[in-house]
């Protein structure tokens, strides 16, 4: 990793409190630097940054993945991450490893959470652990949970497209999530055309209704900045207080982090990057937010939400 | 300085969009420092009659012609677009044109394509080509315009070795011959660095060692997008302070001949 090229955590947060008629720079850039501010980055000369501010506490990015053994360079890769979040000044990473094919196997969801596991031993600290499981194989899925939360540290559950949300057969999966006390994090797509490879796609509005049902449940609907419609995404969101936000995803069209926040309310929203991390990073960056809003954002509200883990 | 080479003005038909006027969007890179933006108009991408867009552009920016430098959009498929070609440029003093073959319903290999090619080149106008104006899984119900092939692109380009287009909004470019080291097509082509990953697969990277940094240049989509992530690309990318000036403004300043 080239420290040179390292983004100081004031760079990070840089507000750009720009109404109609002009600029302007909220109060708390007079609070001081934050103790928790890497002290190793090297100060680098960047245009575009000199409204510069502290942010207080962790950078957590809620949505990322660790590589597939599958793949012959996942050593390099899960490396090249880490120096990324590095770079990026982002302090942990919530992993998941998915199975290349889906639906996965018990065995395939098992070996993936093995190697998160070990990815947490890797980086330790800066990896923390979600168990993936597909809920058809519930028994299998219900012990791995238990295992991974209970004897392994991980800090969630992931769910992608084996099934919708809110079919019955999830539902064991998020009462032991509301037992154990973690969130799961939903893979989650609303496009307004019929996406044939993920029949079972779930999106906002499903989750919602999921989150009516389990009122315990802390939902977090996947990128919202690469999951389609976001705008609807958003809006669907908005009379469900247990469903957060994860702003992750490759788009970065400008308003969508100002947008999450006016209609879910700023406890709602929370930082992910999943992969996308010059995108993730930017957007709240880029975002017409105080300090203390791009705080919760970037670390706040995902702390809250670990805290309430029961065991 | 920072040139972005890839702004735009107006309204876009499905989505709104905010620091959308000349006095908005200076302000915003104001607050980011970019200094000079290219921009085109938003609205023209939707507009049957495409000129309609031009002139409002034209009027928007009549007082700002030191920091924003119009490009046209001309759709090659529209009658009349010779005059509007002329007219953008002597005229409205557009240095170049965007072209948006999958909305306005022509192919980059179509004859009108090649003769509005021709005809700008001719003229000394830059052609850029977003290959996608948003992403396609969040389309509206009414239409879906897929990416611009860039099998498509690499024939353009090697057909119209004088011409010179800046390629925007796109990725994969290592994966086909466009970046990829000695491939056989003129360098007759830049690549705006919105949508590039700086980090993990290191697109952005790549394409310096295979193409030189000379054919890169800095662009936001703004303010179809926020203008950070392209800064930040910037701020993490490992190169030379001589490469990231050519890729800042360098380039682009060069090929509009500023």
Do not use: L
């Given at each position: 990793m080239n420290a040179r090229f390292d983004l100081n955590r004031r760079q990070l947060l840089q507000t750009a409190a720009i109404t109609a008629t002009g600029l302007s720079l909220s109060a708390e850039a007079k609070e001081p630097p934050s103790t928790l501010d890497h002290g190793t980055a090297a100060e680098i000369s960047v245009t575009g940054t000199s409204n510069a501010l502290p942010l207080k506490g962790k950078v957590i990015d809620c949505h990322a993945h660790l590589t597939h053994r599958s793949r012959k360079t996942w050593e390099a890769d899960d490396r090249k991450l880490i120096e990324a979040a590095d770079k990026l000044r982002i302090d942990q990473l919530c992993c998941s490893i998915l199975t290349p094919q889906r639906p996965a196997t018990a065995e395939g969801f098992r070996e993936c959470n093995r190697w998160t596991a070990d990815g947490m031993h890797r980086f330790p600290g800066r990896v923390l652990g979600y168990c993936y499981v597909n809920p058809g194989y519930q028994r299998e899925a219900l012990e791995e949970i238990r295992r991974c939360v209970e004897d392994r540290g991980f800090i969630g559950i992931k769910l992608y497209n084996e099934y919708n949300c809110t079919e019955p057969v999830v539902f064991p999966i998020v009462e032991l999530a509301i037992k154990l006390g973690v969130p799961i994090l939903q893979h989650a797509l609303h496009s307004h055309y019929f996406v044939e490879d993920q029949p079972r796609m779930s999106d906002s509005g499903h989750l919602a209704e999921l989150a009516r049902r389990y009122s315990e449940a802390m939902l977090i609907c996947a990128h919202i900045s690469g999951g389609g419609d976001w705008e609807w995404t958003i809006k669907a969101a908005r009379h469900a207080p247990n469903v957060l936000l994860d702003t992750s995803g490759s788009v970065t069209d400008e308003g969508t982090v100002e947008m999450a926040v006016a209609i879910a309310g700023i406890d709602r929203v929370v930082f992910g990057c999943d992969s996308s991390m010059t995108a993730g990073i930017g957007k709240i960056r880029g975002a017409n937010l105080s300090i203390q809003d791009k705080q919760k954002i970037l670390g706040g509200n995902m702390t809250r939400i670990l805290q309430r883990r029961k065991s | 300085m920072i040139f972005d080479v890839n702004a735009y003005l107006g309204h876009f038909a499905f989505r709104r969009l905010r620091y959308n006027t000349a006095s908005s969007l200076l302000a915003l890179m104001d607050s980011k420092h970019i200094d000079m933006a290219v921009v085109s108009s938003a609205?023209?991408?939707?507009?049957?009659?495409a000129q309609a867009g031009n002139e409002e552009l034209a009027q928007e920016i009549r007082s700002h012609s030191d920091r924003l430098i119009p490009f046209a959009v001309i759709n090659p498929f529209y009658t009349d677009w010779k005059d509007d070609l002329k007219i953008c440029q002597e005229?409205?003093?557009?240095m170049g044109l965007r072209l948006y073959p999958g909305w306005h319903n022509y192919k980059l290999s179509s004859p009108c394509c090649k003769e509005l090619v021709d005809a700008a080149t001719e003229r000394g106008m830059v052609i850029s080509i977003p290959i996608r104006v948003e992403d396609n899984r969040q389309r509206s119900w009414l239409l879906n315009v897929p990416d611009v092939p860039l099998e498509e692109i690499i024939e353009l380009v090697k057909t119209h070795p004088k011409a010179h287009f800046i390629l925007l909004n796109g990725i994969g470019y290592t994966r086909c011959p466009l970046g990829r080291k000695n491939n056989g097509l003129p360098s007759n082509y830049a690549i705006g660095l919105s949508r590039l990953s700086a980090t993990l697969a290191n697109e952005l990277g790549q394409i310096i060692t295979n193409l030189g940094a000379e054919r890169i240049m800095f662009g936001t989509g703004m303010p179809f997008n926020y203008p950070d992530p392209a800064l930040v690309k910037l701020e993490v990318l490992d190169a030379s302070k001589a490469d990231k000036e050519k890729i800042r403004s360098q380039n682009a300043i060069a090929w509009l001949s500023l």
């Open positions: - | 609205s023209a991408i939707t507009y049957r009659n005229e409205f003093g557009m």
